[in-house]
């Protein structure tokens, strides 16, 4: 069973740069594609980033240049990097895996049907 637990959220003030992380076990040496979602109160789970076993990666057009996902096979983490952030970024932010086996094409783009394993999630606040 796939585990997933997501650090690093915080408050912070609009322009600032936080770093997420989600640390992955229980994956028996397999690699999974993953992916960062966020859901804002009232509103609907959306993707923010993916990455496939292969490097390959993908954003919403939001967070495009702003944001940027990574993996470290080895010590089993993903991150995300978010800078310039905005108060529109507000948001509890979930790491997920996909269905084991999918496609890289789950990239493209992100959607939630495509995930087997999610965290509980870390909750990021942007002031203006």
């Known amino acids: 069973q796939v585990q997933l637990v997501e650090s690093g959220g915080a408050s912070v003030p609009a322009g600032g740069a936080l770093r997420l992380t989600c640390v992955v076990s229980?994956?028996?040496?397999?690699?999974?594609?993953m992916a960062w979602f966020r859901q804002a109160p009232g509103q609907e789970r959306e993707g923010v980033a993916g990455i496939d076993i292969y490097g390959a990666t993908n954003y919403a057009d939001s967070v495009q240049g702003r944001f940027t996902i990574s993996i470290d096979n080895f010590k089993g983490t993903l991150y995300l990097e978010m800078n310039s952030l905005k108060p529109e970024d507000t948001a509890t932010y979930y790491c997920?895996?996909?269905?084991?086996?999918?496609?890289?094409?789950?990239?493209?783009?992100?959607?939630?049907?495509?995930?087997?394993?999610w965290g509980k999630g870390t909750l990021v606040s942007v002031s203006s």
């Open positions: 997920a895996a996909a269905k084991y086996g999918l496609g890289s094409e789950f990239l493209f783009p992100l959607r939630t049907y495509n995930m087997d394993y």
């Open positions: 229980g994956n028996a040496n397999k690699n999974y594609h």
